[in-house]
């Protein structure tokens, strides 16, 4: 009695509100102020603070002091993150390779920037929470996702005012690639990433954008109908009685689900499981038989009605923004090759065209990966959200500028790959850490030792005694030294102390 005859008049409101980006940055605004709309300073600040705490308390809990770590700022974060970006252009198996004496493998930039030592110790103990005031498990106030919390709270809020939602939108399910065992890990079948950390994104499906990524937390036992009813009203909170059309896959789509939408002035179209509830029973394989290719039944209720379809495969489908009968004839081919016209309802037209932002916004993302592998899951979600932030930013930036590049781009076409290169190097800027100021501080000479090519390069793994030293009447060892003098020297004066002493005895 619920389901008639698709013979009713479809009613679906007018789309009538703002969408796009919502800034006021002017006509010279370039890639960091951009980015700056969906991560701000603030948030760098905040990592600087609690990483130079976690440092403190990784030493007080090994109960000693780490030689090589000294407090971060605000200057030396942000050229880390910018490194960060620019590994994911300038992929290489393993970070130290960046920092290689090889010509053919080394950075330059890399190296002026900071040193390998330094890099590394940043992995160590970059943070973004206070551990020693995290609850333990069981505890009041315990929160699972305690350790990227502060980021949840930023960054969601910034994707959320940066740009208004367009008239279609898209709910699927996002991946992130890990190496390691988590128990948060979850299989996709449909994903090309067929194993890892799941997220569920509300995407613009025109440019990609995405307005909310929530973390999967449940368990994979979870009935599927309740966590997509539940997923999809919870991404879509915010838009009620602005008439949005959502469109989402089987995982998600219902009858309760369509139902409670319509009430909330939203529109949904997506494919959905025979089994689930409310779905009519006319319209199930063991009524309706076989179908032949371009066959399709329909069943409606109010602005709710279903289809049944056979493509290459039976599709079920479920909308409230379709009307219903043939809307349009695709080009098909039949068994014996010969062309053939296939008739298309309108929502299989409509959720053909629309649910693929999502998938947008994953190209984007997956192109040019921000951070490395490591054995902490919650540094995983910390790239993706700032991978996210990159693509956002990106979006904004091109669709503000109506496609045009940023003042001072000289090339023909400004493209994601531009914007993260001109990101990075305006995040890094002018920054060179300690190692850096000293090689640039360096005058080259025309006397100088290395111009002659003495340079200070690992002699042996053994260490030995240290040439310039010895001659001081000091014993100290170093596996570093000269090739070409063949003598072991200290990593600091002695290499030019002990070639300034030689070139006066030469001249003497």
């Not at 995040?427 to 300690?434: E, K, R, S, V, W």
């Amino acid at each position: 009695s619920f389901w008639g005859e698709p013979d009713q008049p479809i009613t679906v409101e007018e789309f009538t509100a703002s969408s796009g980006p919502q800034h006021t940055l002017g006509a010279e605004a370039d890639a960091r102020d951009y980015f700056r709309l969906l991560f701000p300073d603030s948030l760098f600040e905040h990592m600087v603070e609690q990483t130079n705490k976690y440092a403190i308390y990784r030493q007080r809990r090994s109960g000693k002091a780490d030689p090589h770590w000294r407090p971060t700022d605000l200057r030396e974060m942000q050229a880390y993150i910018g490194l960060n970006v620019l590994m994911g252009i300038n992929q290489l198996p393993d970070y130290g390779m960046y920092w290689a004496t090889d010509i053919f493998i080394g950075n330059a930039g890399f190296k002026k920037t900071m040193t390998a030592r330094r890099f590394e110790k940043l992995n160590q103990n970059i943070h973004l929470c206070d551990r020693e005031a995290e609850p333990a498990r069981g505890q009041p106030g315990y929160d699972g996702l305690y350790k990227i919390r502060p980021l949840l709270e930023v960054v969601q809020a910034k994707m959320w005012e940066a740009y208004a939602p367009n008239r279609c939108l898209t709910v699927d399910e996002g991946a992130i690639a890990v190496k390691g065992r988590f128990s948060a890990t979850q299989y996709m079948p449909s994903k090309p990433i067929k194993r890892g950390l799941k997220v569920w994104m509300l995407c613009d499906s025109k440019s990609g954008y995405c307005h909310r990524a929530d973390i999967h937390v449940g368990r994979a036992s979870e009935d599927a109908g309740g966590t997509g009813f539940r997923v999809v009203t919870s991404l879509v909170r915010g838009l009620e009685g602005k008439h949005h059309h959502i469109f989402s896959d089987s995982f998600f789509t219902s009858v309760p689900l369509a139902q409670r939408l319509l009430e909330q002035g939203l529109y949904v179209c997506g494919t959905t499981q025979q089994s689930r509830q409310g779905f009519p029973d006319a319209l199930k394989l063991k009524n309706v038989g076989r179908l032949a290719p371009g066959e399709f039944f329909q069943c409606q209720h109010g602005n709710l009605l279903a289809t049944v379809l056979r493509d290459t495969k039976v599709v079920s489908c479920l909308s409230s923004n379709a009307a219903p009968g043939i809307v349009g004839i695709s080009q098909g081919k039949q068994r014996d090759g010969a062309a053939a016209g296939v008739p298309r309802p309108l929502p299989l037209l409509l959720y053909q065209e629309h649910m693929r932002g999502v998938d947008l916004c994953d190209q984007l993302r997956e192109c040019y990966q921000v951070g490395r592998p490591c054995k902490k899951w919650w540094r995983y979600f910390l790239w993706f959200y700032l991978n996210i932030c990159i693509v956002d930013a990106f979006i904004v930036l091109r669709e503000s500028r109506g496609g045009a590049p940023p003042p001072g781009f000289g090339g023909k076409q400004f493209t994601q790959r531009h914007f993260r290169v001109r990101l990075a190097r305006q995040l890094i800027g002018d920054y060179q850490g300690a190692r850096g100021v000293e090689r640039a501080s360096r005058k080259r000479h025309a006397d100088s030792p290395v111009e002659y090519g003495h340079r200070l390069e690992r002699m042996s793994e053994r260490s030995r005694r240290c040439r310039n030293c010895t001659n001081k009447g000091l014993r100290h060892e170093s596996v570093f030294g000269c090739k070409i003098c063949n003598v072991h020297l200290c990593r600091g004066g002695c290499f030019a102390e002990f070639h300034n002493v030689s070139k006066q005895n030469i001249m003497v």
